[in-house]
């Protein structure tokens, strides 16, 4: 005789989960979302760092191609403020080779370098540029 089917009654291989089961798979979803989350924001920050810094690079390097064009190669320090948070510094000084050998003329240079800065957090970040240029001739003697 074949037993009787209950209805009702779902068979054992068919019970569904229970209730730890669920739990289990509900911690094991949010550490992969935090380690997610956490991961994007990494992301984020570097992304936002890397503009900000080729912002300051533009900003040195526009700096630096005024050299003797729209700004004179005097010796001394100059610095003020652009927009977006940055401030800039600029530093020529005479540039002495050593001595030269030969029957080379000595060519008058200048160190120019250009700093742009800018406050992130509590941290001051910085991108440097420094270069020679010819200076302003010497008097014929």
């Known amino acids: 005789m074949d037993p009787i089917v209950d209805l009702h009654k779902p068979p054992r291989y068919a019970r569904g989960i229970s209730l730890l089961e669920v739990l289990v798979a509900f911690a094991i979803m949010a550490l ?3 380690v997610l989350l956490r991961i994007f924001g990494t992301g984020l920050r570097s ?3 890397a503009e900000r810094y080729s912002a ?6 526009s700096l630096m191609a005024g ?3 729209t700004w ?13 948070g940055y401030r800039y510094r ?10 030269v050998t030969g029957p080379l003329p ?8 250009v700093e742009v800065a800018w406050t992130e957090g509590e941290k001051t970040r910085r991108v440097v540029l420094s270069s020679l240029r010819l200076g302003p001739p010497e008097p014929v003697r």
């Open 90 to 99: 600029r530093v020529v000084r005479p540039y002495d080779p050593g001595p």
């Open 32 to 34: 992969a979302l935090g």
């Open 47 to 49: 992304s936002a760092a």
């Open 106 to 113: 000595r060519v008058p240079l200048v160190s120019v370098g």
């Open 67 to 69: 050299a003797g064009s």
């Open 72 to 84: 004179p190669l005097d010796p001394g320090e100059e610095g003020g403020s652009l927009t977006g």
């Open 56 to 61: 300051a690079t533009l900003w040195a390097e």
